[in-house]
């Protein structure tokens, strides 16, 4: 274990100070006055590298990038009704404890004041609301955890030279007309405190590796193709082997590649895909509790115990999975995250929750509540429930081989022309309406006698919870996929392992593509 240090000693002053403090409110000539129930301090720290390669030559200047912010909360009102809640925060600070602590005393008095209003929003004016219009914080386990500091991650020469001489061919070779690739590593240090008692201290790394490249389709579009993968200690070499192979061959067949008339069509997805799909269409958003809580979804509302998937298929998103780049211990309310059986043999058993969500659904937190920095855009960010690692298994599998013969059968029994398999693509999908959307980044036409022909400009869509419960079987074949996971608090790792699956039926849209301008010289 790590040890105690000075910015948890600030945070843990400043947390006992402001729980004590008594802001004062005239309403109707009285003088009303509360201390807040709730105080909590996160302080986040980040550390960046990049490494940058173009057509065959490396940046000469490594790029780094620090920052520091905090977010603080307080919760003020009462048990009968609610309480209110605001956040404050603030980032490109120095990082000095003692500069730390006063800096966080303007952020503090905002936040424990914009409580107040709040709560006196709520019921102001003789207006009623409902009981959940107001704040309420599950009532959790309060843990200490100091982890143990980490070094940064350290990029060989070796593998520097490598992604020289890599995009040193793809560009000469005419592969594309410009080949790039980048490094990126974090290192990222979090620290928290409540009223509560909470104190913690996590630190995490994680470095990616990025090949992208552009190129020209027979017909002149402009097109392009991205590879990745992470690490989380040593580079394994043949797992960016395999990348780079990847992206090379994707590549000469995207030059190639038809795009399908827009039709329903029998679809194959392989593992990489299924997780991305299952992260985007159930997992990763729609299982959010505050979703469900703040009413902007509501497809998987009240249906705990109800069959959402077909029965032979169970989900389990797990932020301690070992080695897996979505992984951590506490939320970014100080919470300790837990493994969570979101659906067993089809039936849903648990969502994604935070403190208000859980409180909400009357529920416990199961420590999901992060964001990927303390401000944003619009001001201060506010963490939510957010999806980690997860697993999608299957009680009905057959081999890869009769996957596809599965669907061959179908697509002659639909009269389709031929079935689509997708080998990778990126998703998402609109919260509010539940449709989803893939676009695939390789896919291929498979024909009734067996043919393969490359496919690309195409998008799938579907309500996410009917495409859903269309599956019908899965191959036996697991995918590890890594990504990022994109809302409103920001982007953060998560990874997803699942089988290929098997859809009888999915709509399909064919899309333009741009063409390159003709150069003058």
Known sequence: ??????????????????????????????????????????????????????????????EKSTNSGYSVRAVIGDESQGYG???SARDGIPRNPALLGKLMDVNLDLAVKSAVSSYLGYISGGIVYERDSFSRLSNERVDSYFGKKIRELSVGKNIRKSLVDFTKEMYEDGVVREADATISTNLSRQRFADSDGRRICENLRLGRI?????????????????????????????????IKNNFRATVGELKNAVTPVSDYYPVILSGGAAGTMIHEALGGHLLSGKYIQDKISTVFKDRIGSLVLPEFLSVVDD??????????????????SERAVLIENGILKNYLLDRGSASYLKMGSNGRSR?????GYNGPVSPEPRVS??????????????LEEIAKKCCVDLGKECVLYID?????????SSEFA???????????????????????????????????????????GNGTCGSESGGIPTQNIAPSIFVPQVNIQAIDGVKFKKELL
């Not at 807040?36 to 490594?62: C, H, M, Q, R």
């Open 1 to 62: 274990m790590g040890e105690w240090d000075e910015f948890l000693e600030v945070m843990s002053k400043s947390v006992d100070k402001w729980v004590r403090a008594r802001p004062e409110v005239n309403v109707f000539g009285s003088i009303v006055g509360k201390n807040p129930d709730y105080v909590s301090i996160l302080y986040k720290e980040s550390d960046d590298a990049f490494w940058t390669f173009l057509n065959g030559v490396e940046d000469a200047v490594k």
């Open 85 to 87: 809640q605001a956040w």
């Open 210 to 242: 990025y090949l992208e490249g552009e190129f020209a389709h027979k017909s002149g579009q402009v097109m392009s193709h991205l590879e990745s993968m992470v690490f989380m200690g040593g580079i394994n070499i043949g797992e960016l082997d395999r």
């Open 319 to 336: 932020p301690r999975l070992k080695g897996a780049s979505g992984s951590y211990l506490f939320d970014d309310e100080g919470i300790a």
């Open 371 to 375: 964001m990927e920095w303390v401000t």
């Open 389 to 402: 690692n997860l697993s999608v298994s299957s009680q009905n599998c057959v081999s890869e081989g009769e």
């Open 424 to 432: 990778s693509g990126n998703g998402q999908v609109d919260i509010s």
């Open 438 to 480: 893939m676009t695939p980044s390789r896919a291929y036409k498979i024909f009734p006698d067996g043919r393969r022909e490359p496919a690309h400009n195409f998008v799938m869509v579907a309500n996410a919870y009917e495409l859903l419960g269309q599956i019908a079987v899965t191959g036996d074949k697991y995918e590890v």
